[in-house]
């Protein structure tokens, strides 16, 4: 296997499970940090701050900087920037997607006329906020979605996840809606764009097949599954796109 420029991890499956490390991945990324390699951590996850990813990782052992860690309320904020400049932002969503646009120095509205209506996790949802940005896609906005997960597990059976509100809305106002969190490439475009690399100097890393590893295949750089987590590598094999690399465990790497 090549050396690469960016390594870019799922973190719970790939680096934690839970509580507890994986004890590989610690060590593979402590020999990154030895020879000051670039890594960062890409996770679906919005419900922590960046600040509290950090410090779940500084638990297991791992000291990172902050600007690594992407969620995707952290990456939608910056895609928007990117993206978007000067817009108007009327979103439906917690305090962390809030706190992730305002960095990025938007002015968060509920407005009906709007540049674009973002979507992430909001559990006081209701009729008039889903009503609102319904109003504001067919004024014109664009439609974005922190993840497209349609339902979560619980201990009552499956719950309503967020692309079921963003799938909502996107019906009314009859569009398509754009996602940020994996499988879609926005995460891994939002690090391209701010770090210049070339698609080929980076690879995405991960235990689930159906987000990280698709999160790589659809951006277009090289990718490792490790069987540590989600998808086991008898599932992944039986899958026609496969990952460039299947590990059992990052100690197999050598760089
Ligand atoms: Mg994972």
Do not use: W
């Amino acid at each position: 296997m090549k050396t690469y420029k960016a390594y870019c991890f799922d973190l719970d499956g790939t680096v934690y499970r839970g509580n507890e490390s994986i004890e590989s991945a610690v060590r593979f990324i402590h020999r990154l940090q030895e020879m000051g390699i670039e890594y960062y951590f890409i996770t679906n996850n919005a419900s922590k701050t960046p600040v509290q990813f950090q410090k779940a990782l500084a638990k297991i052992g791992i000291e990172t900087a902050v600007s690594r860690i992407y969620s995707s309320a952290i990456t939608t904020a910056k895609f928007i920037a990117q993206n978007y400049f000067d817009a108007k932002v009327h979103m439906i969503g917690s305090e962390g997607l809030e706190t992730a646009l305002r960095q990025e120095g938007f002015k968060v509205t509920d407005d009906l006329e709007a540049d674009v209506v973002v979507v992430g996790i909001d559990q006081t949802v209701d009729y008039i906020k889903l009503a609102k940005a319904c109003a504001a896609v067919q004024n014109g906005a664009k439609l974005i979605g922190t993840n497209e997960d349609i339902k979560f597990p619980s201990e009552y059976g499956f719950l309503p996840g967020n692309g079921s509100f963003v799938q909502l809305i996107a019906n009314v106002a009859n569009v398509e809606p754009m996602y940020i969190g994996k499988p879609s490439p926005v995460m891994l475009d939002v690090i391209q764009e701010e770090y210049g690399y070339q698609k080929e100097e980076m690879v995405m890393i991960g235990d689930n097949y159906d987000t990280d590893i698709l999160c790589g295949v659809h951006f277009g750089c090289d990718t490792i599954h490790v069987n540590t987590g989600v998808t086991s590598t008898e599932i992944v094999l039986t899958k026609e796109r496969k990952p460039t690399y299947c590990l059992e465990h990052l100690d197999q790497v050598e760089l």
